[in-house]
């Protein structure tokens, strides 16, 4: 199954790698950093989505860095 990445925002996809999920988390060492769970979702399917942020959320975020302190900003 593919890893796919989506926008922890806005919710846009922004794509996919092919590789094997768990290998991929293993080798960046994620289960170290102990935020798996917040960055990381896997679903009854199989499917794993690693929730990080576009270009574009970055770029408002920059403009606007008041935004961290909310989970999330867009509706």
């Not at 989505?49 to 935004?67: A, G, K, N, W």
Request: charged share 35%; proline share 4%; aromatic share 10%.
């Amino acid at each position: 199954m593919p890893v796919r990445y989506r926008c922890r925002h806005c919710e846009t996809e922004i794509g996919s790698l092919p590789f094997d999920a768990d290998e991929t988390i293993r080798k960046l060492h994620l289960f170290e950093v102990g935020e798996v769970d917040d960055y990381i979702e896997k679903n009854e399917h199989g499917d794993t989505t690693v929730h990080c942020i576009c270009e574009h959320c970055e770029d408002s975020l920059r403009q606007f860095p008041d935004y961290y302190a909310l989970k999330k900003w867009l509706q």
